[in-house]
């Protein structure tokens, strides 16, 4: 069985450094489906990519699908013209796999699309301005389009058919998993390193992700100053994301949180500090106003960090009971869940076993395991 793995986005972020969490996926993806290779000789995966001087992955060197995809995007969308190297590519490979939202028209070759959410569609207001309604239309032509739909968690799937009209055969649940380094314990004095780096002591309330809309941050401000001025001194709030879109408002009281001493912003961090930050926070806050999975609250359970979470879209099934569950629209339920967390030490310690027993369910190897019975299935082995 010879598969086509897309990379445009890991190929991206290895060339910018920094990885996505859908350049995480891929790679996570390519290194299960290559463990498992090891004892399954009919697996062959083969990396594609569309873009020019495509980077050496660890995969090996991606095989350029076109130079450009918004260009192979709308030739799909509207004239629904496949690649013009279709022929050698399906000469390569039984079955092509997008798990980057970068879905190539391939003509005689099933393709299987990765779609982590239905954002696009279902909350346009969320996302980038430039272009988002024709960018929003094509993605729907490419998922429709595709022979089979894998996303991570059933909230998605129950998405899809609702808001795009897909039978529910079409689409499998391959739930996303946590890298092992989470799980490591870091040296106090490692730990202690970082956080006198950015001017921190244990005990602060932490925000991970790219500031946009839907993660909330103006909500978890105005949650996080209506706690009493002794505890957010003690515990400030740390936001580390990169500015994204839309933070005209957001950006001005992030600074005025630095100024009266009750937070940092530190942007983008590499991996090992965001793990010492996490083995050193009070709670990740992630009252998130949709997610399609929520990959930040596995990874800080398995970090022994307690979470505050949305009690809404795909967060109750992927936390479990493991989390301070808070309506993500009520200011108020967010800043009294972060005064329980701080008052309640029994049940935090109580949380934080049960999202480390969570944490363990979700594997890597397990997704890649429950990917490759999709591609067999739809191939029809």
């Known amino acids: 069985m010879e598969i086509g793995l897309g990379c445009t986005v890991w190929a991206s972020g290895e060339r910018a450094g920094h990885l996505d969490g859908i350049g995480t996926y891929s790679r996570a993806l390519w290194q299960g489906l290559s463990d498992i290779a090891v004892t399954q000789a009919d697996v062959h995966i083969k990396p594609y990519a569309f873009g ?17 995809f918004p260009v192979h995007a ?43 959410d239905v954002i696009p569609m279902v909350h346009p207001e969320w996302i980038k301005n430039d272009l988002r309604s024709l960018k929003s239309w094509l993605f729907n032509s490419a998922i429709r389009q595709s022979d089979h739909i894998i996303t991570i968690s059933e909230f998605s799937k129950l998405d899809l058919v609702e808001h795009l009209g897909l039978r529910p055969e079409r689409i499998s649940v391959t739930p996303l998993g946590v890298e092992p380094v989470y799980f490591e314990r870091i040296d106090s004095e490692t730990r202690y390193a970082v956080l006198q780096k950015h001017g921190l002591k244990p005990g602060f309330f932490l925000f991970l992700g790219t500031l946009q809309p839907r993660k909330n941050l103006p909500r978890i401000l105005q949650a996080f100053e209506q706690l009493p001025a002794d505890v957010r001194k003690e515990h400030p709030l740390v936001i580390v994301g990169r500015d994204g879109w839309n933070n005209e408002d957001l950006l001005p009281k992030l600074q005025a949180l630095e100024a009266r001493g009750e937070g940092r912003w530190l942007s983008y961090l590499p991996q090992s500090d965001v793990m010492a930050l996490l083995q050193s926070a009070v709670a990740l806050t992630f009252p998130s106003l949709y997610e399609g999975f929520g990959l930040p609250v596995i990874e800080a359970f398995a970090a022994r960090c307690p979470v505050i979470a949305s009690n809404s879209t795909s967060l109750p099934e992927v936390a479990g009971h493991a989390a301070w569950m808070v309506d993500p629209y009520d200011v108020d339920s967010i800043s009294a869940a972060m005064q329980a967390l701080l008052n309640q030490s029994a049940l935090r310690e109580e949380k934080i076993e049960l999202g480390l027993i969570r944490a363990k369910a979700y594997t890597w190897q397990e997704c890649a395991r429950q990917t490759l019975a999709v591609y067999r299935k739809v191939l029809g082995r």
């Open 52 to 68: 020019r001087d495509l980077p050496t992955l660890p995969c090996g060197q991606p095989e350029q699908l076109a130079p450009r």
């Open 74 to 116: 709308l030739l799909s969308g509207v004239l629904k013209l496949p690649l013009g190297n279709s022929g050698a590519i399906r000469k390569n490979v039984d079955l092509f796999h997008a798990p980057d939202h970068h879905i190539p028209r391939i003509a005689g070759v099933p393709t299987i699309s990765s779609v982590m």
